[in-house]
C-alpha cells in the first residue's frame, strides 16, 4: 500500500488551512522580495525533500513566487532521497540550490570520532549534525531575512506549538505555512496534484534524514520515532529547529 492510499485524508476544513497557506506564502514573497531589480529573494525555503516540503516547493512553482529553495545535502541521505532531488531540479520552476558540508570538516571528524559516532553519544551524534546541516545552514541562510519550512504542529510533542509565523529569532523569520495541517491533509494534497515524492515514505519513513539516523516506523508508532531512535524523545532535533524563546526559558 502506498503512503497516498493509508494516509490521503483532507481535514473538514482543508479548503480553509490551504487558503491559509496560499496567503502565508504570498506575503512572505512580498514582505521579502529582492530589495534591488533582479536581486535574490531575501526568503528561501528549506527543503529536506520530505512530503511536507514537496507540497511547500509544488506551491512555489504553482504560484510562481519568487522565494528561493534551497536543499542540505548531508553526504549522508539516502539514494531515494538524491534521485528525487536530481528529479526535482529537473524539473523546478525556481532552481533548487544544494548545500553540502566543508569536506574538511567531515573528513577530521570521521577520522577522530569514527564513521558510525552519532551512536556513541548525543554530543557525538549532534557534532555530526552541525558540521553537516547547521553549518551548512548558516551558508544557505546568509543573507536572507526570513526562511520557510514544512513544520506541523502534528508532528511531535516538541513541535505542538509551532506557529505559523515564528519570530523568537531576531537574526531571522521562521515561516511555517503547513504548522495547521494534519499527515493526511498532506497527502491529500500531493495525491490530488500528483506530486513527485520520495519512495521511502511507501515504505513507512514518514520522516526522512540522514540514512544512518533514519529508520521505518511501525502502526502505532510516533511519526517521528523512526529518527534517532536510540536516543531519549527530548533530544530528537538536530538543531534546525530549536526555538529560540524555548532555549533561552529553558534552566542552565
Request: glycine share 6%; net charge negative; proline share 5%.
Amino acid at each position: 500500500m502506498s503512503a497516498i492510499d493509508l494516509n490521503a485524508r483532507a481535514s473538514a476544513d482543508f479548503s480553509a488551512k490551504l487558503a491559509e497557506t496560499t496567503t502565508l506564502l504570498q506575503q512572505a514573497a512580498r514582505d521579502y522580495a529582492p530589495l534591488v531589480t533582479g536581486g535574490a529573494a531575501r526568503v528561501s525555503q528549506a527543503s529536506s525533500l520530505g512530503a511536507e516540503d514537496v507540497v511547500l516547493t509544488h506551491l512555489i512553482n504553482a504560484l510562481q513566487l519568487h522565494i528561493g529553495i534551497f536543499v542540505l545535502e548531508t553526504g549522508m541521505l539516502h539514494p531515494e532521497t538524491l534521485a528525487l532531488l536530481d528529479r526535482l531540479q529537473a524539473t523546478s520552476r525556481t532552481p533548487i540550490e544544494v548545500f553540502t558540508p566543508r569536506n574538511e570538516a567531515v573528513v577530521e571528524f570521521v577520522a577522530r570520532e569514527g564513521k558510525d559516532a552519532m551512536y556513541k553519544s548525543i554530543e557525538l551524534r549532534k557534532g555530526c549534525c552541525h558540521i553537516r546541516k547547521m553549518e551548512p545552514l548558516e551558508r544557505a541562510l546568509a543573507g536572507k531575512d526570513a526562511w520557510i519550512t514544512g513544520l506541523r504542529r502534528e508532528q511531535s510533542g516538541a513541535r505542538a506549538d509551532v506557529p505559523l509565523i515564528d519570530t523568537s529569532n531576531p537574526e531571522r523569520v521562521k515561516i511555517n505555512p503547513l504548522a495547521n495541517w494534519t499527515w493526511g491533509d498532506v497527502w491529500h494534497f500531493i495525491a490530488a496534484n500528483k506530486i513527485d515524492y520520495n519512495p521511502l515514505h511507501d515504505q513507512f519513513f514518514p520522516s526522512i534524514g540522514c540514512a544512518p539516523c533514519t529508520r521505518a516506523i511501525s502502526m502505532g508508532e510516533d511519526f517521528r520515532a523512526g529518527r534517532w531512535w536510540w536516543e531519549d524523545e527530548a533530544a530528537k532535533e538536530c538543531g534546525l529547529h530549536v526555538n529560540q524563546s524555548s532555549l533561552e526559558k529553558a534552566p542552565a
